[in-house]
């Protein structure tokens, strides 16, 4: 960082070996932040929807930092790869970090285990024939 005298400094953000998730990392400011986070020696993990500009991104930021990077393509918005990402949190984290992913993934299990139950118990019961006849 060049401060006003001119003098440059560098900065450590104490990163090292700290877990990243990134979104959106194939462009933009996606990409730049995944790019900065390994070069401060983050584990990155970068997450897009396009395969192709990820790996790109990927291989460029390897050349770049030295560092591995784990290429997920996807919408992170989706609760499987909502899981996949607490997975990579539960491999690389420590700590709270572990522990949250951890409640992550129960969380989401449960939740997909539950709507998958309660609709099948719901349309077992609208599709018994006594129940058959509800006028409308």
Known sequence: ITAFGGITRA????????????????KGLGRACAEVLAQEGCRVAICSRS???????????RGA???DVLVFAGDLDRPETTLVAALVLMKYGSGPVRGFAVALAIGLLASMFTSIVV???IMEFFTRRDTARLSV
């Open 65 to 67: 930092t030295g560092r």
């Open 11 to 26: 900065m450590d953000l104490e990163l090292t070996d700290k877990v990243a998730i990134v979104g959106g990392a194939s």
């Open 119 to 121: 609709t099948r118990v």
């Open 51 to 61: 395969r192709d500009d990820l790996e790109k991104a990927a291989k460029d930021i």
